[in-house]
């Protein structure tokens, strides 16, 4: 009997924190899911856009650079949506071997009650006789035995009614966890039948690629002359941003030296505040899809030739549309530059952003903006329909990707 009761001690503290546990548990698995598949509609939304994108392009010119490089990102993206179901479908699989775990664990726990309740059952028949119980009490070695032989015989129909509660609400969460697991092994089937049309479709988009890479590589002659021309326009474009940011940093005397910039108690604070939005800054544009990233890369169609290096980001987004300022500022300079249409300098304390291929300009410079202040539109007359951004922190460019929301 004493035996009987130890194991019970033992197993009561293991059922309690299975259960009081899984809850939590299961609150915070559903949130990460939910957030899973959040950032996975981000990535299908990516793909919609950039199909509307590629046609839009066709529409002004087929065969361009400006469709491969959307073609290129469409791919990557799909690469990226793929890497995601796999990471899904090794989350669901581990899921489902803890469960199935958790399931024979409880399955033990739930016969080990069930041979206890029958041999409480059996030990309260063969003593139903009032006199073997009696005589048991009045065989207790002391008084302070005999009375927890008393106790425990008095309550022993409530411990039988206890330990039924017992085994049918252990049933009764053993079916919850069985229908669970039930519910993984579909989600995870499901995952990998969407995985293998993920990945048709990126085997069409790859072809795609490819086959425009080939019609393009005919034009070499051309793209080289574009891309001699690009070089000269990206060389006056970082040429005239530095100049001004250069001039926007220092500042001159009554007696006509130049003084090294010192920042004022508002453009510190401005300074500071801009800083702390490092990764949390709101998008020039209200929808967009990063097409040629911060930095060095080579050129799509002429093999072991590199892009001039590019000091910002430039985001595929619709014709026309708005372009606004990603945080509060002071435009410093309107200026035309060749192949960049019109370009838009703000200050925000010592960092410094720019906009370039705007078509209409909605500010001047001196004037002071708020955060999501209209700047302008994008340009229409582009062969593509691109914003070029850069972000300096003085006189260091910074990679835009690290600053905006993702």
Same mark, same amino acid.
Not at 74 to 82: L, M, Q, S, T
Not at 243 to 265: D, L, V
Not at 285 to 293: H, L, N, T
């Given at each position: 009997?004493?035996?009987?009761?130890?194991?019970?001690?033992?197993?009561?503290?293991?059922?309690?924190g299975?259960?009081?546990?899984?809850?939590c548990?299961?609150?915070?698995?559903?949130?990460?899911?939910?957030?899973?598949?959040?950032?996975?509609?981000?990535?299908?939304q990516d793909?919609?856009?950039?199909?509307?994108?590629?046609?839009?392009?066709?529409k002004?010119?087929k065969?361009?650079?400006?469709?491969?490089?959307?073609?290129?990102k469409?791919?990557?993206?799909?690469?990226?949506?793929?890497e995601?179901?796999?990471?899904?479908?090794?989350?669901?699989?581990?899921?489902?071997?803890?469960?199935a775990?958790?399931?024979?664990i409880m399955?033990?726990q739930?016969?080990?009650?069930?041979k206890?309740?029958?041999?409480?059952?059996?030990k309260?028949?063969?003593?139903?006789?009032?006199?073997?119980?009696?005589?048991?009490?009045?065989a207790s070695?002391?008084?302070?035995? @005999?009375?927890?032989?008393?106790?425990?015989l008095?309550?022993?129909?409530?411990?039988?009614?206890?330990?039924?509660?017992?085994?049918?609400?252990?049933?009764r969460?053993?079916?919850?966890?069985?229908?669970?697991?039930?519910?993984?092994q579909?989600?995870?089937?499901?995952?990998q039948?969407t995985?293998?049309?993920?990945?048709?479709?990126?085997?069409?988009?790859?072809?795609k690629?490819?086959?425009l890479?080939?019609?393009?590589?005919?034009?070499?002659s051309?793209?080289?002359?574009?891309?001699?021309?690009?070089?000269?326009?990206?060389?006056?474009?970082?040429?005239?941003i530095e100049?001004?940011?250069?001039?926007?940093?220092?500042?001159?005397?009554?007696?006509?030296?130049?003084?090294?910039?010192?920042?004022?108690?508002e453009?510190?604070r401005?300074?500071?505040?801009f800083e702390?939005n490092?990764?949390?800054?709101?998008?020039p544009?209200?929808?967009?899809?990063?097409?040629?990233?911060f930095?060095?890369?080579?050129h799509?169609t002429?093999?072991?030739?590199?892009?001039?290096?590019?000091?910002?980001?430039?985001?595929s987004?619709?014709?026309?549309?708005?372009?606004?300022?990603?945080?509060? @500022?002071?435009?410093?300079?309107?200026?035309?530059?060749p @192949?960049y249409?019109?370009?838009?300098?703000?200050?925000?304390?010592k960092?410094?952003?720019?906009?370039?291929?705007?078509?209409?300009?909605?500010?001047k410079?001196?004037?002071?903006?708020?955060?999501?202040?209209?700047?302008g539109?994008?340009d229409t007359?582009?062969?593509?329909?691109?914003l070029?951004f850069?972000?300096w922190?003085g006189?260091?460019?910074?990679?835009?990707e690290?600053?905006l929301?993702?």
């Open positions: 009997m004493r035996e009987h009761l130890k194991t019970r001690v033992w197993i009561l503290p293991i059922i309690i299975m259960f009081l546990f899984a809850p548990k299961a609150l915070c698995q559903n949130k990460n899911i939910e957030s899973k598949k959040a950032q996975a509609g981000k990535l299908e793909i919609q856009f950039l199909d509307k994108q590629i046609e839009q392009t066709k002004q010119r065969n361009t650079i400006a469709e491969l490089n959307l073609l290129k469409k791919a990557d993206v799909r690469e990226r949506i793929i995601r179901l796999e990471k899904d479908i090794n989350r669901q699989s581990e899921e489902i071997s803890d469960k775990k958790k399931l024979e399955s033990r739930l016969d080990t009650l069930k206890m309740y029958r041999r409480m059952i059996v309260g028949y063969n003593n139903r006789d009032s006199r073997k119980w009696f005589m048991y009490v009045i070695d002391n008084i302070e035995q @005999g009375y927890r032989r008393w106790s425990y008095k309550n022993y129909s409530s411990a039988l009614s206890l330990e039924a509660k017992k085994i049918r609400k252990a049933s969460e053993l079916e919850e966890e069985k229908s669970q697991l039930s519910k993984l579909a989600e995870n089937r499901k995952t039948h995985k293998e049309e993920e990945l048709n479709k990126l085997k069409k988009d790859q072809e690629n490819k086959n890479e080939k019609s393009l590589a005919k034009q070499q051309k793209y080289t002359q574009e891309l001699k021309q690009k070089k000269e326009q990206a060389a006056r474009l970082n040429k005239e100049k001004m940011i250069a001039e926007a940093i220092k500042t001159t005397t009554t007696t006509g030296k130049t003084t090294a910039y010192k920042e004022t108690p453009s510190a401005l300074s500071g505040s702390n490092r990764g949390k800054l709101p998008w544009v209200k929808r967009g899809v990063i097409v040629e990233g930095g060095e890369h080579p799509p002429i093999k072991g030739v590199k892009l001039p290096f590019n000091n910002g980001v430039n985001i987004a619709p014709t026309g549309c708005n372009v606004y300022s990603v945080y509060e @500022g002071v435009v410093k300079k309107v200026i035309v530059i @192949g249409s019109n370009c838009v300098l703000v200050e925000h304390g960092y410094f952003t720019f906009y370039c291929k705007l078509g209409r300009v909605n500010v410079a001196g004037q002071k903006i708020a955060t999501g202040a209209l700047i539109t994008l007359k582009q062969e593509s329909s691109e070029h850069e972000l922190n006189t260091q460019k910074q990679n835009p690290l600053w929301k993702q």
